[in-house]
């Protein structure tokens, strides 16, 4: 290629007064950035190969590399980004459909930063989470419309099934394929030791894993991966995947070299094929046809799980969590655009899609407005950053949220957003052996578990200051939130009054 | 007693454990200082063969080969860590010869060099396993 | 309970230290005809070199026998044991009596019956701190020396005198230096590097008579000389055990926990012959590691905690002029071999083990291979090949080295995922 039309992103910078040559750069990167020069006896990098995941940076044992930004531009303006261009230079050579990963990058809104939290102020006192009892723990599935009674006046107490959470944040799904083993195992044993759940993702359950069961929501999607009886019953709820917050009504493709003995082992199909996640479920065309698979999967499991329906946030989300509260589905999970994904079309993962502040905020009113807000629910994700951003979404109608880019970027992800080249060198997403056993799940089990229990001291922190001493008073609870620099329209969709009124 | 242990699952050929021990040797409180342009001599050698990897280190096991082999009685085990004494270390390297593991290694002053737990030195834990990014070297009392 | 030991050596530590582990409060009395605190005797060829001092060459600490409350008796030398009184006899006629006793006697220097010997002036043996202080004396400016044998002793010697300005020849019977530790060509390799140091070499020949100070040769050279070290090899001092009816042979005979034929009575060291476990052969190995751990075995058993050695191989570890030899067992079988003509290595093995190698140069790891002969580890449990190349723990199975580096053995080596190798 005589003509390079891009410039790489990245610089590599070494301080050679540092660098002892110890190699751990060229070893680590599975990138093949860094070179040994065996005759000067240097190390050299080829920035046009780096990704910025930092392995190199974080392993350096004298603190000899950064990565910088690189100042090369084009000649940028408003409207042509050097985004833009070098899209276009890429397409130009490629003939393809852009790829990334990870959550959409672009300056949308982030309306978890434009909502402020409230706290008591002498008339009403705040609680010291240190000296008083704080309850983060939330029960998540159908609740009955009254308390009913039989003839001695007892209350019955016949719920449908219900999970028990210690806190209202869950480990969305990322399936086995998409993320490797140790990143499961480590997720799978924080669950277990957080008291929350995961998510299988649409990649089956693997054997070793089936003891985390009741920490575990199976997920079954639209390529129906990994799905039989044992598999429906090994875990605590049964999630339907109709749509992702990264790819709304795009299917999902793991490519068939990612696809070896252990992986088709679990996803049921043969070593070495594409899986294929088709765009539908082709069985699925109405709410009616949904209520059918809602209804088959209780029956399969004797009634005894909850069955989530995950949906990506759509414009017209309000109506169909209405659909869903009524096909039968004792949650909703709604998952925003920013939602993040192992390999997405670029132009969806970009276009397409709403914030789910909006979505949650909309779909808790449809669902409280028709009186069905009991029948389900609410799980919030795409995106939930931080502790503050889960008191938010509680506020805003949340039963609880789901995290999965927090998760990763705690077990090292570094937002690369370089997961579709399968050559994590964090050892999360990729099946490379080498580069899978980076993650001990000894170590990343303790760091998602760590971490977690860092923002269940936060939220209890920040209930307190509300005077609120119980998470479940919290939900729905939009008094306690004010929007700054929002619009009449934002404010009235979010359902929250400005800051200052 | 503490050792440290090896486990080669977690082990990712990176070989910074050999230069955490060369530095800890150096008394430097700098890497880049201590190491620049020195090819080291680590106590802790990581094997490696067509993706398979793991340190080794003194064992300090509890019938030592090399400390009833050493013909200078420089080599001894004080607090079930064993010691060389330099002063009185010849080169002879019959403990070279002697250890299973292959341990032991000469130094670049001709004495014998091996692994002798820099615990005094680091905060209580030997430097090789603070360096270590992902658990494979670990210091856990696991019994004899 | 009272021990006593005859001899001072590397044999008599071990004893007492093992006797130690076991019993804090019995006596234990050492005799020894040497008058010194107990050193090292290898050493005194690194005396010369002047890279080692008396004090440094003391094999335990100063505090050694306070601290093992041990009765010392140096300087006197054991005459006869009474076995039915159970006493040892020593030279100005006290008794010592005992209730267990190790003889870990030493061996001594073989003086050939050379005609002309009796007559030669400045001739030394080289075992003893005594020899190497007596030798050095006798050493002036171009000195001419004549080293008799240019086995371990005769060319450690060598090496001791190298830094002295003193002309050094070697006259030995075999055509090979190191003869009874290397094969033809790593005798070679070492020759080369030996006279690479100027040390002359009349091999395959032997000393008929001496005329003085002139060392007559069967090829009727003559070499004129200053100093002669008688370098020819040792003797076991198996009287003590012989007189009493005890089973010797070239050595003292002893089992797997070293004890003699006679109850009670103990032996260990250079004055023993024992089972070589790589050839099966019960031979002399006057080796200081298999000193040692015969005197601990035999300590161990003394103060009543049984115990078996049967691990001892030959096995030597030596560094001449800055080239490390190490070699170890018997040398039959088929052999692995690769050498650039300066470094070498020759690996001997048949029916599925190791017998015995030869390293000259790159001796690192080489106590893997000991290790493979020591346990007499099949050879189909491990990479062969690749051990035969690199020794290292890569060439055993993953279960193997989980056990050995002490890993997670158990949690989880069955999991599937995150190893990238399966054997």
Not at chain 3, 149 to 160: N, T, V
């Amino acid at each position: 290629m005589a003509v390079e039309y891009i410039q790489p992103e990245y610089e590599v910078v070494r301080n050679q007064e540092r660098c002892i040559v110890c190699r751990v750069c060229e070893r680590q990167c599975a990138n093949q950035v860094h070179e040994y020069l065996k005759d000067s006896n240097r190390m050299v990098a080829d920035d046009s190969k780096c990704v910025n995941c930092h392995r190199c940076v974080a392993l350096c044992p004298t603190r000899a590399l950064k990565i910088v930004k690189s100042p090369h531009t084009f000649k940028e303006n408003t409207n042509w980004s050097g985004k833009a261009i070098s899209e276009i230079y890429k397409q130009a050579e490629s003939g393809g459909v852009l790829l990334s990963s990870m959550g959409n990058p672009e300056n949308y809104p982030v309306y978890f930063d434009k909502m402020l939290l409230n706290a008591s102020q002498v008339t009403n006192p705040s609680i010291d989470p240190l000296r008083e009892p704080m309850e983060t723990r939330v029960f998540l599935g159908a609740k009955p419309e009254r308390i009913e009674r039989d003839e001695k006046g007892r209350i019955i107490r016949s719920l449908p099934p219900q999970i028990q959470l210690s806190m209202p944040v869950m480990f969305s799904a990322m399936s086995y394929g998409s993320i490797s083993y140790n990143a499961h195992e480590s997720l799978a044993r924080a669950a277990a030791e957080l008291g929350i759940l995961y998510n299988t993702g649409e990649g089956g359950l693997h054997e070793d894993l089936y003891k985390y069961g009741k920490n575990t929501i199976v997920q079954v999607a639209s390529g129906r991966f990994g799905v039989h009886k044992d598999y429906l019953e090994s875990g605590a709820a049964i999630e339907i995947k109709m749509g992702q917050g990264a790819k709304p009504g795009i299917g999902g493709h793991l490519p068939g070299e990612k696809v070896g003995m252990d992986i088709s082992r679990t996803r049921m199909i043969p070593e070495g094929t594409d899986a294929i996640s088709p765009a539908p479920h082709h069985d699925i065309y109405s709410i009616e046809d949904l209520r059918q698979l809602v209804y088959s999967l209780k029956e399969a499991t004797g009634y005894k799980k909850p069955v989530i329906v995950k949906i990506a946030a759509v414009h017209n989300v309000a109506a169909i969590a209405s659909g869903i509260a009524r096909s039968g589905a004792d949650m909703i999970a709604i998952d925003g655009f920013r939602g993040g994904t192992g390999a997405a079309p670029t132009r969806i993962r970009d276009h397409v899609g709403l914030p789910i502040e909006l979505a949650l905020a909309s779909v808790d009113k449809r669902l409280r407005d028709e009186g069905i807000r009991n029948r389900v629910s609410i799980i919030a994700g795409g995106s939930i950053r931080s502790s503050a951003d889960v008191v938010k979404a509680i506020a805003l109608g949340a039963d609880c949220v789901y995290i999965a880019t927090a998760a990763l970027v705690a077990l090292g992800c570094h937002l690369c957003r370089s997961c579709h080249t399968g050559k994590c060198n964090w050892g999360i997403a990729t099946q490379r052996p080498d580069l899978v056993k980076r993650l001990n799940p000894n170590i990343g089990f303790r760091r998602l578990v760590n971490l977690l229990t860092a923002w269940q001291h936060e939220i209890k922190e920040m209930m307190g200051g509300m005077g609120i001493n119980s998470i479940e008073a919290l939900r729905g609870n939009r008094l306690m939130l004010r929007g700054v620099g929002l619009n009449e329209k934002e404010l009235e969709i979010l359902g929250i009054k400005h800051a200052g009124e | 007693m503490k050792r440290v242990y090896v486990n080669e699952k977690w082990c990712l050929g990176c070989h910074l454990c050999e230069y955490y021990c060369a530095f800890a040797s150096t008394g430097e409180t700098d890497m880049a200082r201590a190491l620049k342009d020195i090819r080291i001599n680590p106590r802790i050698r990581v094997e490696e063969c067509e993706g398979i990897s793991f340190a080794v280190s003194c064992r300090h096991c509890p019938e030592p080969l090399c400390v009833k082999g050493c013909i200078t009685g420089a080599l001894r085990k004080i607090d079930g860590i064993i010691t060389v004494d330099r002063n009185r270390c010849i080169g002879c390297y019959t403990c070279i010869l002697s250890c299973p593991y292959g341990a032991v290694s000469p130094s670049e002053d001709g004495a014998i060099q091996k692994c002798e737990l820099c615990i005094k030195t680091h905060e209580g834990t030997p430097r090789c396993v603070l360096g270590c990014p992902n658990g494979a070297i670990v210091f856990e009392e696991r019994g004899e | 309970m009272e021990y006593v030991i005859i001899g001072n050596s590397t044999a008599a530590v071990g004893a007492v230290e093992a006797i130690r582990r076991n019993d804090k409060t019995g006596k234990i009395v050492i005799i020894s005809n040497e008058k010194y605190h107990v050193y090292s005797r290898p050493l005194i060829s690194y005396l010369l070199l002047g890279k080692t001092d008396e004090e440094r060459m003391k094999y335990r600490n100063d505090d050694f026998y306070s601290e093992h409350r041990c009765e010392l008796k140096l300087g006197r030398t054991a005459q006869r044991i009474d076995v039915q009184e159970k006493r040892v006899i020593l030279d100005d006629g006290e008794s010592v009596s005992y209730d267990r006793l190790l003889v870990a006697s030493g061996s001594s220097p073989v003086v050939p019956p050379i005609p002309g010997l009796e007559k030669v002036r400045n001739k030394f043996t080289f075992t003893t701190l005594d020899d190497a202080k007596s030798l050095e004396k006798a050493l002036f400016e171009n000195a001419r020396v004549l080293i008799l044998g240019a086995g371990l002793i005769g060319l450690k010697c060598a090496e001791g005198l190298s830094k002295r300005n003193v002309e050094i020849i070697c006259v030995d019977l075999s055509t090979r230096v190191l003869s009874s530790i290397l094969d033809d060509q790593s005798s070679e390799i070492m020759k080369q590097h030996l006279e690479d140091h100027h040390i002359s070499f009349y091999l395959g020949r032997q000393v008929t008579g001496f005329k003085d100070n002139v060392a007559c040769l069967d090829d009727n050279d003559e070499i004129p000389f200053d100093v002669l070290v008688l370098a020819v090899g040792v003797r076991p001092n198996v009287n003590l055990i012989k007189d009493i009816g005890g089973k010797t042979n070239r050595g003292i005979l002893i089992d797997e926990r070293c004890r003699t034929s006679i109850p009670d009575i103990y032996a260990a060291g250079d004055c023993c012959e024992s089972m070589d476990i790589s050839s099966g052969q019960i031979k002399q190995m006057a080796l200081l590691p298999n000193a040692y751990m015969q005197g601990e075995c035999a300590g161990m058993n003394m103060s009543g905690v049984d115990c078996i050695f049967d691990k001892a191989i030959p096995m030597n570890a030596i560094g001449l002029f800055g080239k490390h030899i190490m070699t170890a067992g018997t040398y039959t079988g088929q052999t692995y071999y690769e050498s650039d003509g300066k470094d070498y290595k020759k690996l001997f093995y048949s029916n599925n083990r190791l017998n015995g190698f030869i390293l000259i140069g790159n001796i690192e790891k080489a106590g893997i291979y000991t290790a493979l002969i020591r346990e007499k580890t099949p050879l189909d449990t491990l990479d062969f090949e690749l051990i035969c190349k690199t020794p290292g723990l890569m060439a055993f199975s993953r279960e193997t080295r989980a056990e050995k580096l002490g890993g997670v053995i158990n949690e989880y080596l069955g999991s599937p995922v995150g190893i990238s190798c399966v054997e």
